[in-house]
C-alpha cells in the first residue's frame, strides 16, 4: 500500500523551513527519501533504518518513527536547488521493495 | 562516467508494436530495478533482478517483461503496446537494499 505524504505542495521563501512527511499503515523496515527536479531522474537523499535514527544531509535531514510507521524530512534554511518533487520511499513487511508516495511538490522562490 | 544508462532517451510508437528500453549500470551492483512514472508523476516499481533472478514482480502486465543477459544489464521489453502504457520508464540499480542510483529514464509515447 503507498505511503501518504504530506503536504503535497509548499512554497517557500529562500532561507525558509520545511517540513515533509510520510506515513505508512503497514510496519516498516526502512524509510528511502529521493528528489526528483523537473524532466530528471530521481536522486537518493538518504534512508532511514526501523530504530527511530535521525539522519543528515548538509541542512537536509530526517527522522523515522517506528512506532508511529512516520518519517518526516526537515529543510532547514531552505535554498533555490531545493525546488523539486520530493518522494518518500517505504519498505514494509518481508518484501524488500519500494512503494513511493504520490511526492511533495517544493518550490523556493527568492 | 555514466552510472546507469538508459537507451532510448524518447521512443514514439504505435499502437500494438513490440519495443524494447535497454539498461546498463556500471556501478557493480547486484540489484537492478524497473519503475514507471506516470504523468502524475506516480512513480510504481515494476519489476527488480538480483543476481540474474528475478525477485519482484509487481502486477504488471505480462506484456512486459525483464531480461538480464548479466549483472550490469536490464533491459524492458512491452509487447502489443497501448496507449495506457505511455510514461517515463525509469531503470535502477543498487548494492542490496541500499540507495538506488536511477537511471535517466525513456519516455515512452503511444500514439
Known amino acids: 500500500q503507498q505511503p501518504v505524504q504530506s503536504p503535497q505542495a509548499v512554497i517557500l521563501r529562500e532561507g525558509e523551513d520545511a517540513v515533509i512527511n510520510c506515513s505508512s499503515s503497514?510496519?516498516?523496515?526502512?524509510v528511502h527519501w529521493y528528489r526528483q527536479k523537473h524532466g530528471e531522474a530521481p536522486v537518493f537523499l538518504m534512508i532511514?533504518?526501523?530504530?527511530?535514527e535521525q539522519k543528515g544531509h548538509e541542512k537536509i535531514s530526517a527522522s523515522f518513527n517506528e512506532k508511529k510507521q512516520q518519517s518526516s524530512l526537515y529543510l532547514t534554511a531552505s535554498q533555490l536547488s531545493y525546488s523539486g518533487t520530493y518522494f518518500c520511499g517505504t519498505e514494509a513487511g518481508s518484501a524488500r521493495q519500494l512503494t513511493f508516495g504520490s511526492g511533495t511538490q517544493l518550490t523556493v522562490l527568492p | 562516467d555514466t552510472a546507469v544508462s538508459q537507451t532510448p532517451k524518447y521512443l514514439v510508437t504505435q499502437m500494438g508494436n513490440d519495443k524494447s528500453i535497454k539498461c546498463e549500470q556500471n556501478l557493480g551492483h547486484d540489484t537492478m530495478y524497473w519503475y514507471k512514472q506516470d504523468s502524475k508523476k506516480f512513480l510504481k516499481i515494476m519489476f527488480s533482478y538480483n543476481n540474474k533472478e528475478l525477485i519482484i514482480n509487481e502486477t504488471v502486465p505480462n506484456r512486459f517483461s525483464p531480461k538480464s543477459p548479466d549483472k550490469a544489464h536490464l533491459n524492458l521489453h512491452i509487447n502489443s503496446l497501448e496507449l495506457g502504457d505511455s510514461a517515463v520508464y525509469f531503470c535502477a540499480s543498487s548494492h542490496g537494499e541500499n540507495e538506488q542510483f536511477f537511471g535517466p529514464g525513456t519516455r515512452l509515447t503511444v500514439l
Open positions: 532511514l533504518l526501523k530504530g527511530g
Open positions: 503497514k510496519a516498516l523496515y526502512s
